[in-house]
């Protein structure tokens, strides 16, 4: 299931999501708050800057859900029908020395009742995601499986952290660093769009401040403006879920996050093994 790729780091925020990844604080701000540069032009009105066709990652985060009636069926079935969804998912890797596909498995089975595991794939191209769901498609498992949660993403560079020390340059990510993996969808309101860029980057900047200390969590920031029904996916790296919990907690008291409209359903997914996940259902 490893990529031979390996990507840089990650672009560590992105609008109401924190760095929290235990990076460097800002040049010339040492002992307090971050003082990061303001983007005077998010709209790009007045500079006309040209669009950014540079080659991105896309990201896909793909939720299923196994029907019990596999589980009536005999145990030799079950073991063969899981054995071809396993040749068929590891099968698109083969590709990943050329294309460099990334794919991590992850299962939610006994922590969430709506699924049962999770596929994340990132890919250069996002017709490659269609062509990880038609070898699946074409599995007996898929017979048995839904995806409640099917979440497209695409990694750019944030607007918000452009000076802090060790926040990494590349516009790649490196996924899976930790046992576990927090997900979710998130969308600000209309009103964080219409205020000033010194008013947001002011909230971002204590936004910021307040994760700094997290060290133990590492996020991975994606964008979905277009593309998806939300404006953001954000997942966090982890060994360590009380910090993670605890990260959310004090973040909920900083201003920003006044500005979040939506930021659920919210996942924990626990790093394993695609057999020993095929075989977590049955």
């Known amino acids: 299931m490893s990529d031979e790729r390996q990507p840089q780091r990650p672009e560590p925020s992105a609008e109401g999501t924190p760095p929290a990844t235990g990076s460097g604080r800002p040049t010339g701000a040492p002992g307090g708050r971050p003082k990061m540069m303001v983007d005077l032009d998010p709209s790009g ?3 006309q800057r040209e ?16 029907d019990p009636a596999f589980r009536r069926l005999p145990r030799d079935e079950q073991a063969d029908i899981k054995a071809e969804f396993l040749a068929a998912a590891e099968g698109w890797l083969d590709q990943s ?5 990334i794919q991590r498995t992850y299962s939610l089975t006994g922590v ?8 994340w794939r990132i890919a250069f191209d996002v017709r490659d995601f269609q062509d990880a769901q038609a070898r699946l498609n074409r599995t007996r498992l898929m017979g048995y499986l839904t995806q409640p949660y099917n979440y497209v993403s695409m990694n750019k560079r944030s607007q918000y952290v452009n000076r802090v ?9 490196l996924p899976g660093q930790g046992q576990f993996l927090f997900i979710y969808p998130f969308i600000k309101t209309r009103a964080w769009y219409d205020l000033t860029p010194h008013s947001r980057q002011g909230m971002m900047d204590e936004h910021i401040f307040a994760s700094t200390p997290f060290k133990g969590v590492r996020i991975n920031t994606s964008y979905s403006y277009g593309i998806d029904d939300q404006e953001f996916v954000v997942s966090f790296d982890s060994d360590h879920p009380q910090e993670f919990v605890d990260l959310v907690h004090r973040l909920r008291y900083t201003e920003a996050s006044m500005y979040t409209l939506r930021d659920v359903p919210m996942f924990t997914c626990v790093k394993k093994a695609l057999p020993d996940l095929l075989n977590d259902l049955a």
């Open 45 to 47: 009105q007045v500079t």
């Open 51 to 66: 669009p950014d066709r540079a080659n991105r990652q896309f990201l896909n985060y793909a939720f299923f859900k196994l």
């Open 97 to 101: 020395a050329e294309k460099g596909l």
């Open 112 to 119: 969430r009742g709506d699924v049962d595991f999770m596929l």
């Open 165 to 173: 020390e060790g926040s990494g340059h590349g516009l790649e990510i």
